[in-house]
């Protein structure tokens, strides 16, 4: 080697040189259970489904597109008889039905979602991920939560063109845009548990059942008085009746304190009925695809 080779300097050392200068930051390692892990988990877990849905047409139909022209539908067929024989704007129940049903409905598609991705073992991936083990849950239950307040309003945006109005004030309006985010947070619990026990023909199904019977026997697609006497009591303290009247009395006035605690105690009740069920249901899942 000539002295001028010697003397050269490489240019990687110049690089490794200067970088001692100017040492990397330390990096602290977070723990997979710590809960600002979890938050943070969840909120990716929550922004991936959401893009999902987002790309996927036939949610968009289920979420959107169905409630809507339902509600348009409802307007058209129902919306003249039930004004006058209840002296009440029918257009006031139906949005609040066509909400929670939106909820309802959309539900449905998370649960196919969720037994697709435990068929082909994306689940049994991210247990075995250093992700946290309650992130894909609370994740799921919170892209729920988006959802429903996204098709909320989306229902209720429509429902003010052909003649909803926010009659009781801006805290009202609020307060009425929650009730279907609680109740599909509540609803949403319950479907992941059944997503969990039982097969898609099957779930499908069953949920399809219990959608039909909530909106048939429900406030707001026709008053209470109108079904057999025998029938009332049950229809108005069913789930969907209780979240109507409330919502009916938020946004053209009437009775609102008791159907919504009704409203609120089922939405809740439903949380904590279901909550270990699902994470029970969804651990089994992630572990084994069953």
Known sequence: MSSAEATMTHPIADDIEQAADFPLPAVTARSERALSTWALHSLIQCKRLLLTWARDPSTT????????????????????????????????????????????????????????????????????????RAAGLTGRILAEAVRVLLTTLFVVAVGVVIGFRFGQGPLAGIALIAIPVLFGIGFAVLITTLATITEGVMLVGLIGTVNTLLMFFNSGFVPVFAYPVWLQSTVENQPMSCAVDAMRGLSYGGPVAEPLMKSIAWSVGLIVVFAYPAIRGYRRAAETGR
């Not at 348009?72 to 024989?85: C, D, E, N, S």
């Open 61 to 132: 139909i289920q979420t959107l597109i169905y409630p809507a022209l339902s509600l348009l539908m409802f307007r058209i067929v129902l919306g003249k008889p039930i004004t006058t024989a209840t002296g009440i704007p029918s257009i006031y129940g139906q949005v609040a039905m066509m909400t929670l049903i939106a909820a309802m409905t959309g539900a449905v598609v998370s649960a196919i979602g969720f037994k697709t991705e435990k068929a082909t073992g994306l689940l049994g991936r991210f247990w075995t991920m250093p992700v946290h």
